[in-house]
């Protein structure tokens, strides 16, 4: 078992950057792939990016790409998602997830935040 608590979010304007960490209890971060999704109002859970427990590979949305940065501070046990030139379309709550599984399926992630709201207004 993990829990993991995002904390950061915000709102702000287009072209800002934002920053969400999750932090993890229970067990090391570094026994997970990580993931971060979002979800927009009336829209379905979306990946944004990865990070593997591994060698810390990562993997990112097109969307996304080139703007967000995902990292990991064992040491600290948390992962971040560095959001850089935010669209009003990266507008969503943001939750991170835990899985045994390199993918980038938010069903194969059991473990998960409880999400935090980021607005990107225009």
């Known amino acids: 078992q993990v829990q993991l608590v995002e904390s950061g979010g915000g709102l702000v304007q287009a072209g800002d950057s934002l920053s969400v960490a999750c932090a993890a209890s229970?067990?090391?971060?570094?026994?997970?792939?990580m993931g971060w999704f979002r979800q927009a109002p009336g829209k379905e859970r979306q990946f944004v990016a990865r990070?593997?427990?591994?060698?810390?590979?990562?993997d990112y949305a097109d969307s996304v790409k080139g703007r967000f940065t995902i990292s990991r501070d064992n040491n600290k046990n948390t992962v971040y998602l560095q959001m850089n030139s935010l669209k009003p379309e990266d507008t969503a709550v943001y939750f991170c997830a835990a899985s045994g599984y390199w993918s980038r399926d938010p069903y194969e992630y059991p473990y998960w935040g409880q999400g935090a709201q980021v607005t990107v207004s225009s």
């Open positions: 990070i593997s427990w591994s060698d810390s590979s990562t």
């Open positions: 229970g067990r090391p971060v570094s026994s997970f792939h």
